[in-house]
C-alpha cells in the first residue's frame, strides 16, 4: 500500500516524503510544481506532476497506485497575497480540497492528513491557543484553510472520509544534513530571510513593529522544527490506520519568541553581525501566537527532538550555507 503526498515537492511536504521513505514506506507524490521544488523530492518516491484541481489527471493517480492513506500539502500559504488576491487561494485550497475528497471517495480512500494552520484561529482570545478556541480566520489564507477542514467535516459524516487537520504554528529549520530545506520565491519568512541577510544576500532585516503588547515589544511566535513536524503528519495517518475518529491538532512547541530573540538568536548560530532595523507593523499580524501543543503529544504521542530555537535556526543555516541558491531552479529570485 502506498501513501500519497499532495504538495510533496514543497518545504513541508519534501520533508514528509522524505520521513516517510526512511520509515520505510512506499510513497507517490503529486505536485505541480508552481511553488515546489522536484529536486526535494526524494528519489525514492514516484513523482507525478499535475494539479489536484484536475480531476482527470488525479484519478489517474489514484487508478495507478494502491492508496492507504493521503497527506495533502498542496496549497497556497503567503498571507499578505491571499489578501490581495483571495479568489486564487479558494480556487487553489479551497476547490482543491473539493477535487481531491471527490476522487479519493471515488476510489475509496478513506483516510487524509490535512496541512492546516494556527492562521485558522485569527486574533487569538487567549494564550496558549487549544484545539477547541473560535477559528475567526482574520485573512483569506486562514479561511481558506478553516473551510477545507470543515469540508473535510462534512465528508467525513456524509462519505466516513476520516482526517486529521494538523495546526501548524511557524515552521522553520531544514533536514539535518542540508540536502533539502525551505526556497520560497519570494521569501517572506522570518527565519529564512534573517539568514539571507546573514549570508549577505540582503542588505538587513526590517523588524515589522515594535510596538505591540510583548516583551519586547516585537511579535512572538512559537517556532516548530520542519522534521518533528513531518513526523507528526506520519503519526497522524498511523493514527487514523488504527481506526481512531477525525481530529485536529496544534503543531507547536508551546513557547514563544519574539523577532527580535530570533534576531539575536541567529546571529549566535551564525556568528554573523545580522543588521536590522525597526519597520513599521506588518498588515494582519496578531500579536502572539503560542501553540497549546499537549493534546498532540498525549494523543498522537508526538515528542519533538528539536526544542529550542537555535537548534533550528542552525540547521536553516546549514542548509543556507549547502545552498546559497537554494535549489536553483527558477529564473529569479
Ligand atoms: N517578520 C519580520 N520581518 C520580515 C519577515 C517577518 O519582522 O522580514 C516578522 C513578522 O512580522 C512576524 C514574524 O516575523 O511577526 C513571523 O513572520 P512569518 O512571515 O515568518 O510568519 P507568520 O507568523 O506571519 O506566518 C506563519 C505562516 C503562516 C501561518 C502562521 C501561523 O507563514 O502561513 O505562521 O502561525 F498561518
Redesign the pocket.
Known amino acids: 500500500m502506498t501513501v500519497l503526498v499532495l504538495g510533496g515537492a514543497g518545504y513541508i511536504g519534501s520533508h514528509a516524503v522524505d520521513r516517510l521513505v526512511q520509515k520505510g514506506y512506499d510513497v507517490a507524490v503529486v505536485d505541480n510544481l508552481v511553488t515546489g521544488h522536484r529536486a526535494a523530492v526524494n528519489p525514492k518516491a514516484r513523482f507525478y506532476e499535475g494539479d489536484v484541481r484536475d480531476q482527470k489527471f488525479l484519478n489517474d493517480v489514484f487508478d495507478k497506485e494502491d492508496i492507504e492513506g493521503v497527506i495533502h500539502f498542496a496549497a497556497f500559504?503567503?498571507?499578505p497575497e491571499s489578501m490581495e488576491k483571495p479568489l486564487k487561494y479558494f480556487d487553489n485550497n479551497t476547490a482543491g480540497m473539493v477535487s481531491l475528497l471527490e476522487v479519493m471517495n471515488k476510489h475509496n480512500v478513506k483516510r487524509i492528513v490535512f496541512s492546516s494552520?494556527?492562521?485558522?484561529y485569527g486574533e487569538p482570545k487567549q494564550i496558549p491557543i487549544k484545539e477547541t478556541d473560535p477559528q475567526i480566520p482574520t485573512?483569506p489564507?486562514?479561511e481558506s484553510?478553516l473551510m477545507m477542514e470543515k469540508i473535510m467535516h462534512w465528508s467525513d459524516q456524509a462519505y466516513g472520509i476520516k482526517f486529521v487537520a494538523l495546526r501548524?504554528?511557524?515552521?522553520?529549520g531544514a533536514k539535518e544534513d542540508g540536502s533539502i530545506g525551505e526556497d520560497h520565491h519570494p521569501e517572506?519568512?522570518?527565519?529564512?530571510?534573517?539568514l539571507q541577510v546573514a549570508a549577505g544576500e540582503r542588505k538587513e532585516?526590517?523588524?515589522?513593529?515594535d510596538d505591540y503588547p510583548t516583551k519586547d515589544g516585537?511579535?512572538?511566535?512559537?517556532y516548530v522544527h520542519v522534521v518533528d513536524l513531518a513526523d507528526a503528519h506520519i503519526l497522524a495517518l498511523e493514527y487514523l490506520k488504527a481506526g481512531h475518529d477525525s481530529n485536529a491538532f496544534n503543531l507547536?512547541s508551546s513557547t514563544g519568541f519574539s523577532?527580535k530573540e530570533?534576531l539575536e538568536a541567529a546571529r549566535k548560530v551564525t556568528g554573523k553581525e545580522i543588521p536590522a532595523k525597526m519597520?513599521p507593523?506588518?498588515a494582519?499580524?496578531?500579536s502572539t501566537?503560542i501553540a497549546a501543543s499537549d493534546k498532540a503529544r498525549e494523543v498522537l504521542n508526538w515528542q519533538p527532538q528539536f526544542d529550542n530555537v537555535e537548534d533550528i535556526i542552525r540547521t536553516a543555516w546549514n542548509w543556507k550555507q549547502t545552498h546559497p541558491q537554494g535549489y536553483n531552479d527558477r529564473e529569479t529570485k
Open positions: 500559504s503567503v498571507v494552520t494556527a492562521a485558522t485573512n489564507y486562514g484553510k501548524y504554528f511557524n515552521v522553520a517572506t519568512h522570518l527565519v529564512p530571510i534573517i532585516l526590517s523588524i515589522f513593529g516585537t511579535n512572538v511566535r512559537d507547536g523577532n530570533m519597520a507593523r506588518r494582519g499580524d496578531p501566537l
